[in-house]
């Protein structure tokens, strides 16, 4: 095998190019550089008319582009889906009658693709609200972007029963379900179910309160 040992390869006819049959790039980092910003352009199966081209936008700061160790198509539209991630949680009942927002064990972590796509965050599970005295019980629940300190979504739940009736149901509940929305995510990002109860009241809220596990899953939406 023979070996060539040079600095700079260069044209010999002026924007006549360098043509080099089949290359191997070892041990290093192949950098590419041109005017137009766009050095990396794939002729396919067929040399022809038609090539296609990355173009890249002169970047303002050191950017890394990782692509996943499975196989994958790109998306040339938006509105698909280009991630998943799911966490569930084996059945295991949690309670609390703080009227602050307490966090659950439902939570979940995830790296986007891109900052550009959407995240649709949603939880489910099954809850309960309890007021020993009253007819009326009530609790409220959300999902918390708690990397960011941003409320993804959040809804009321409550118990009714005849006015001037108290509940002696030892097990109320309901399935709770909780959808919410975020964007502009570019890092591993944290999502939790919390939930609270109404402020001067004796209500006791409940999560996983049955025989059901509760889930909490992420889908990035491609831009």
């Not at 890249?56 to 198509?73: E, G, H, K």
């Not at 703080?98 to 550009?116: F, G, N």
Request: hydrophobic share 35%; charged share 15%.
């Amino acid at each position: 095998m023979s070996e060539v040992k040079v600095d700079t390869i260069s044209e010999r006819t002026a924007a006549g190019g360098v043509t080099i049959d089949g290359v191997l790039i070892k041990d290093g980092v192949a950098t590419f550089q041109t005017a137009a910003g766009s050095p990396l352009v794939f002729e396919g199966a067929t040399a022809d008319a038609f090539e296609t081209t990355f173009a890249i936008t002169d970047p303002t700061a050191d950017r890394i582009i990782t692509f996943p160790d499975s196989s994958f198509t790109v998306p040339t539209t938006g509105g698909k889906v280009v991630g998943f991630a799911k966490y569930e949680l084996a059945a295991t009942q949690e309670t609390s009658t703080s009227t602050s927002w307490v966090s659950t064990s439902l939570t979940i972590s995830y790296t986007p693709v891109s900052s550009s796509n959407h995240l649709i965050i949603s939880t489910n599970t099954s809850a309960a609200s309890l007021r020993p005295t009253q007819y009326h019980t009530e609790s409220f629940f959300r999902i918390r972007n708690t990397t960011d300190g941003v409320t993804v979504a959040e809804r009321e739940a409550g118990l009714e029963t005849a006015a001037g009736v108290v509940s002696n149901d030892s097990n109320p509940k309901w399935s709770q379900h909780i959808m919410g929305y975020d964007t502009g995510r570019s890092v591993a990002t944290t999502y939790v179910l919390q939930y609270s109860v109404s402020v001067g009241s004796s209500d006791v809220a409940y999560i996983g309160r049955g025989p059901s596990d509760s889930l909490i899953t992420v889908m990035e939406i491609s831009a």
